[in-house]
């Protein structure tokens, strides 16, 4: 029986390290196609796409980095995602703390219902509608898109916090208002630093999406090339007859290089966050 029990046991084993192996392979080797390439002249890669590059050639970044329009471009999509990013740390939280404490209320608790509709509308439903409504109110720039990356994120940063809120004790509220704390105060110097995990959580998730989202861009900001984010700049690699997919996979790699490293600074938060509102929702 034991006999019977260990060899199950090797084989899951076994079983699950392949499974892991693929998925390394999987996730790895588009990754190992973007380095590679980037060091290639087009020619090279065109006779070989897989192979190491005879010589590590950095006229591609050379050539990418001379640009002036890149700087602009990457300007661009830092001023949208620090904009976003700070809608979203002064909206959500602020949103989420009044439906966690009123939600016993009626007005409160339809609006937490009306917010979580939004996950389940797909965004093609809405991404015409979205699009007339900013170009009649003049908004087919980075600012537009900033209103509606905060709008957009309104959903789901709600869902996590309220139910995050709602699992912390309320006895440290109760005191500080017996202390004469008013509401704000309470908030601002008790529930938000309480929150922090989950927040931080929050804003590492939506920086990812403002920063690498091709379908908002493309119809907010598609108008005007000064207002081009990176994914739009990389999609432009492409023509109607020919695709310069070293150069294109070297702005990959260029565009990846900051948020990798803000992903990986704040990873430890991301899941502190996502297992602690697990538990306490």
Partial sequence: MNLAI??????????????????IIIIMGPIYLVIVNSFKTLEEAGKGFFSFPKALNFSNYSELLSKGNYWRVVWNTTLITIGSVIIVLVINPTVAYAIARNRHKKYYKFLYLYILLGLFVPFQVIMLPLTK??????????FGLILLYGALSLTRGVFLLVNYIEGMPTEIEEAARIDGCST????????????????????????????????????????????????LYQYNFKTEYSFNYTMAFTSYLMAMLPIIVIYA???????AGLTEGAIKG
């Fill in 265 to 271: 600074a704040g990873q430890k938060y991301i899941i």
């Fill in 133 to 142: 409504i900013m170009t009649n109110i003049n908004l087919l720039n980075p």
């Fill in 184 to 231: 704000f105060k309470i908030y601002y110097l008790i529930t938000l630093r309480l929150i922090m995990p989950m927040l931080v959580t929050l804003v590492i998730m939506d920086s990812l999406w403002f920063w690498n989202d091709f379908m908002l861009p493309l119809l907010i900001l598609n108008k005007a090339k000064e207002f081009w984010t990176l994914p």
């Fill in 6 to 23: 260990r060899k199950e046991g090797l084989g899951w084993r076994i079983l699950r390290n392949i499974i892991l192996l693929i998925g």
